[in-house]
């Protein structure tokens, strides 16, 4: 998940699609080998067609989930920055 704040405003989706509707955040996965500043930069790319650059991410953390209940094939991260 890709929390972008900008002042008092967040970016959000609202999916409409009915699968999966309501507002959710951009977010996703990591590529083999990408970093976690670059796979910000690409899941709200690939979820909203806005373009950040690395210098515009100040702050980055990461923090893995328990996944005991989620199998092996599962991986749960959160990503948190904001804009300069």
């Known amino acids: 998940m890709c929390m972008i704040c900008d002042g008092s405003k967040v970016l959000v989706q609202d ?4 699968k999966w509707s309501g507002i959710t ?9 990408e970093s976690f500043a ?7 790319w690939e979820e909203t ?11 980055l953390s990461y923090s893995p989930k328990d996944t ?5 094939d ?3 991260e959160d990503w948190t920055y904001s804009l300069n």
């Open 15 to 18: 999916r409409i699609d009915p």
């Open 25 to 33: 955040f951009p977010g996703g996965h990591i590529e083999p080998g």
């Open 38 to 44: 670059d796979a910000v930069i690409r899941e709200v």
């Open 49 to 59: 067609l806005r373009v950040f650059l690395d210098d515009n991410i100040s702050e």
């Open 68 to 72: 005991a209940n989620m199998g092996s």
């Open 74 to 76: 599962w991986r749960y």
